[in-house]
């Protein structure tokens, strides 16, 4: 059970509330138990009543209906404590999953883009869910029925010995082949319990990873085949489950089967010292009932012990996540302003996890206030240089400073507070536009919603719909166009009013006029602020103080619009075919 000791700072947050449900739990056996006294003592009474007809008979109903009103009320108080136990414990047990779930929810934020790069989104989502589930399972009613068995064991066991220990002795021998077998049989549970939310991770992977891609699935006619590639993996997982189901089914029969044979020696031992004058009548009945009482508890060991070692392999898989150390680091918690000036240093940097050398010896500086175009080939590194400014990414080679300083030095949550990102792909949330766009800042008011979505010019196409900037997202904002789900992260960028702005070829979907128009709001907007501009588009580009053409991760060309029109290369090349493409038009 190493792997559930990250849980033990959770049972000593809820210790008052553990520590309640444990008297509780005790105090309701302790009830428990004296039922079965009290009707051995009644079949007492009726049999000493028997024996002996010339009893007054009122002494023995007085008698009779006093051990009854007992055997109520004792029943009463005891199911009353039992409910407050499952109140108590079952409730920990939720505020442990809620608790464990923000933590993992928590360092999965915090977490590295390399993480995630590695690791598929159907497994992080069953992680969270499935596997948390088994944990609670463990903090919850495996827990209360351990302290529950473990309770009217210790009890029982010292009532029965009190009444005939010889019987006791006899009545407890099946328990250590039971002890035994549940040992042989958890390590097998824990080894196909292991299997089984491994196979449930990929069945979740592939599901999600479906519905997401389901619009490709569909173009493309693949449905059979993506049906027969899920009833495979199905298959495999409907095989492991039966498997793991199989090894549990031993547990219950071979529980009772073993009662059974206490039941028998109870019965055989006990009628041979009541026969001999040893024990009462009501001491067989009482032992009887207390086997009986048993039955449940002994059952429950090896539900307790399957749900405890599923947890187990459960909290195993979380902890692997929860270990994974972020590779971004904030080293510095002090505050840090930025002003935005820009500096990269012979910067080197290459994929870790595809090998690409994606910048070679880069070097530029942008100073506050200024605008930089980044232009090139697909794959040149242009997107690279964003993700390193917004420091998704840290460089082992060269340097990248802002306002001086080394970038990994900068207290990183004022580093992205003060940058406004426009990725290339364009993801909106499944929620209102109006939230969409405060994602940029949470506590914008409307009128602040409707000016950048102005200054973006996607507030008319808004406005065209029926709820306007209540309108619901689907999921990835695949209700909008290509070019409305760019502007309206670009909105969301602007509304941040941030010191630095990226765009990364955030222009490709919308026509040139409407190009236009956005890149006359943004040279109004962006004043004092540094913008860098990716794009395909010498448009885009052409009003920027400076610009960079990228090939290969390596700069092929630098200067103003102006000066790179005077001299051969990418960009007069790429400038003369889209002023081609435009007289065409």
Not at 218 to 245: M, P
Not at 470 to 489: A, D, M, N, P
Request: some cysteine; aromatic content about 10%.
């Amino acid at each position: 059970m190493k792997e559930l000791k990250h849980l033990n700072k959770y049972f000593f947050k809820y210790r008052k509330r553990i520590i309640i449900g444990i008297i509780i739990t005790i105090v309701s056996k302790l009830f428990t138990v004296f039922v079965p006294k009290l009707i051995g003592s009644t079949i007492d009474i009726v049999n000493n009543q028997i024996e002996n007809p010339e009893k007054d008979i009122s002494f023995f109903k007085s008698e009779i209906l006093e051990n009854i009103f007992l055997i109520v009320g004792t029943a009463v108080i005891a199911g009353l404590l039992t409910f407050l136990m499952r109140q108590t414990i079952i409730n920990v047990s939720r505020y442990i999953e809620f608790d464990l779930k923000n933590e993992i929810y928590k360092h999965y934020q915090e977490l590295s883009l390399n993480f995630y790069k590695k690791n598929r989104t159907g497994d992080l989502m069953n992680r969270i869910s499935e596997d948390v589930q088994k944990v609670r399972m463990y903090v919850g009613p495996a827990i209360m029925y351990s302290i529950n068995t473990f309770t009217l064991f210790i009890v029982v066991l010292v009532f029965m010995y009190k009444q005939a220990p010889l019987l006791t002795l006899y009545t407890v021998i099946p328990l250590p082949i039971l002890s035994i077998l549940i040992y042989k049989i958890s390590k097998e549970i824990h080894k196909r319990s292991t299997i089984t939310q491994e196979y449930l991770s990929k069945l979740s992977t592939f599901t999600q990873e479906s519905f997401s891609g389901i619009s490709v699935i569909k173009a493309y006619g693949i449905e059979q085949q993506t049906q027969y590639k899920f009833n495979d993996l199905s298959q495999t997982s409907k095989e492991k489950q039966l498997s793991l189901v199989r090894i549990q089914a031993f547990f219950f029969p071979m529980m009772i089967l073993l009662i059974g044979i206490s039941n028998i020696i109870v019965i055989y031992i006990g009628g041979k010292q009541y026969i001999a004058g040893i024990i009462s009548l009501g001491t067989i009945t009482e032992f009887i009932i207390y086997v009986n009482m048993l039955t449940w508890p002994v059952a429950t060991v090896g539900w307790v012990t399957s749900i405890v070692q599923q947890a187990e392999a459960s909290q195993k898989r979380i902890n692997e996540f929860l270990k994974s150390e972020p590779e971004i680091q904030n080293l510095t918690h002090s505050e840090t302003p930025i002003n935005g000036n820009i500096e990269f240093e012979h910067v080197h940097f290459t994929y870790d996890d595809t090998n690409i050398n994606a910048l070679q010896g880069i070097s530029f500086k942008v100073k506050s206030g200024e605008t930089l175009a980044i232009l090139g080939k697909t794959g040149s590194g242009k997107s690279t240089i964003l993700d390193l400014i917004g420091r998704l990414y840290d460089i082992k080679d060269g340097a990248i400073k802002i306002d001086e300083t080394l970038i990994h030095n900068l207290n990183l949550k004022n580093l992205r507070n003060d940058i406004g990102y426009v990725p290339q792909d364009a993801f909106l949330f499944s929620d209102t536009i109006n939230n969409n766009i405060k994602f940029g800042k949470e506590d914008a008011t409307n009128e602040e919603v409707i000016l950048a979505a102005k200054n973006a010019q996607v507030h008319k196409n808004i406005n065209k719909f029926k709820n306007k900037y209540e309108t619901v997202l689907g999921e990835r904002g695949i209700t909008l166009s290509g070019g409305q789900k760019q502007r309206v992260s670009i909105a969301r960028a602007i509304i941040k009013n941030p010191k630095i702005l990226l765009f990364d070829d955030c222009l490709s979907a919308v026509d040139t006029e409407t190009e236009e128009k956005i890149l006359n709001n943004l040279s109004a907007l962006s004043k004092g602020k540094t913008t860098i501009i990716v794009s395909h588009r010498v448009s885009s580009a052409k009003n920027a103080d400076q610009i960079i053409v990228l090939d290969q991760g390596k700069i092929v060309q630098k200067g103003t619009h102006q000066i790179l029109l005077n001299e051969e290369g990418y960009y007069k090349d790429l400038y003369l075919k889209q002023l081609s493409e435009t007289e065409k038009q």
